[in-house]
């Protein structure tokens, strides 16, 4: 029983950690009192578990453990405390953001197997930040599902949809995982990026984000979320996508293509961390 195995690993070093620290009563009894505001402050809009587990990389850690990837495909990263199940279905070229603010972007791609070959009828689920760092959720300014969509790609395995520019942002730090940052001197801080799950019938999901290159934080993500492999860089939408989409003068652009991995594929994966970043300033 799995149970069984994972207590009989957690209590000896839960115990070891005890004994090498000598911890006093006061001390063991602050840790409760921490995990106690922990589940406290969560809510169906606020997840500080997932905080903790994400500023701690055990979030990074399991993903490394269960998402290993062969070379030519996309690496994966964490989901975060975000995601909504459900956003609405759009057509390819819809704009996400609903609520008018922000410098525009156009997101384009392909989504391909591991050989390059398009995958028709893969689902891109989509979620990012407002131009000032926030998600709908934490954001009554914003309509539900502002930044949020779902689009299905067409025989040629491409995408494009219209947004705009996320920003890097600090998860929620007015709980017990900031005071725990403060205490021990990190920032809150999270690179800009967009998230994607990605779905296709004979694929490994994908959970992964897209993060803009030259962003301050993307040597020091509060959750050690980057891989260098999923940073691209934030162009000027060009001439043929103004014309051809009717996106505003100015417009920015971010072309990224995914390559899925086939389900068989899994157990000839490579080593799963090579490419973390995780670990640069904790
Ligand atoms: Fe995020």
Known sequence: MRLREIMAVLIPHLHAVVRELRLTPEEWLQAIQFLTRTGQICSDRRQEFILLSDTLGISMLVDAINNRKIDDVTPSTVLGPFYVNGAPALSMGENIALHGRGEPLFVSGTLSDETGRPLEGAVLDVWQTSEDGFYDTQDDTQPDMNLRGVFRTGADGRFWFRS??????????????????KALNRHPMRPAHIHFILRAIGYDTLTTHIFIDGDTYLDSDAVFGVKDALIKPLMAATSEQQAEHALPQGCKALHVDFRLQPEALAHVAGAPASEQKAGAHA
């Open 164 to 181: 705009i520019v996320p920003a890097s942002y600090p998860i929620p730090s007015d709980g017990p995982v900031g005071d725990m940052l």
